[in-house]
């Protein structure tokens, strides 16, 4: 007898994000490519992530998709993404992504900062 195992996706998307990318990829005439999201380094704040459209899959990466939307992950960004949330915020200097990540790693590079970090 085999077993079921829910798989859940590395990184979700907020209904609000997904609908803010479709807008983004329709406008920019690339209803075709995917949401790539990756680790771009390490800072005094925790990790640094970034956000690109993309028109194809690497062999190596991750491709989910969430509501709609194709996302890749890269492996060496797959760890350090596992359980991040990606969502668009409105404020009064303009709306963005943002990326909510639980992971311990996520919330603080070198614990003796801004005197250590460069």
Same mark, same amino acid.
């Given at each position: 007898?085999?077993?079921?195992?829910?798989?859940?996706?590395?990184? %979700?998307? @907020?209904?609000?994000?997904?609908?803010? =990318? /479709?807008? &983004?990829?329709?406008?920019?005439? +690339?209803?075709?490519?995917?949401?790539?999201?990756?680790?771009?380094?390490?800072?005094?704040?925790?990790?640094?992530?970034?956000?690109?459209?993309?028109?194809?899959?690497?062999? %190596?990466? @991750?491709?989910?998709?969430?509501?709609? =939307? /194709?996302? &890749?992950?890269?492996?060496?960004? +797959?760890?350090?993404?596992?359980?991040?949330?990606?969502?668009?915020?409105?404020?009064?200097?303009?709306?963005?992504?943002?990326?909510?990540?639980?992971?311990?790693?996520?919330?603080?590079?070198?614990?003796?900062?801004?005197?250590?970090?460069?």
């Amino acid at each position: 007898m085999s077993e079921t195992v829910e798989r859940s996706d590395p990184v %979700t998307i @907020t209904d609000l994000a997904a609908e803010n =990318i /479709r807008r &983004l990829l329709v406008e920019r005439g +690339l209803a075709d490519h995917f949401l790539r999201v990756y680790v771009a380094g390490m800072g005094c704040s925790g990790l640094q992530y970034g956000l690109a459209l993309d028109e194809a899959p690497q062999n %190596t990466d @991750t491709v989910i998709e969430s509501d709609g =939307i /194709r996302v &890749l992950i890269d492996p060496n960004s +797959l760890s350090y993404l596992e359980g991040a949330r990606i969502d668009y915020v409105e404020s009064p200097q303009g709306g963005g992504f943002k990326i909510d990540n639980p992971n311990p790693l996520a919330a603080s590079a070198c614990g003796s900062c801004p005197s250590t970090c460069s």
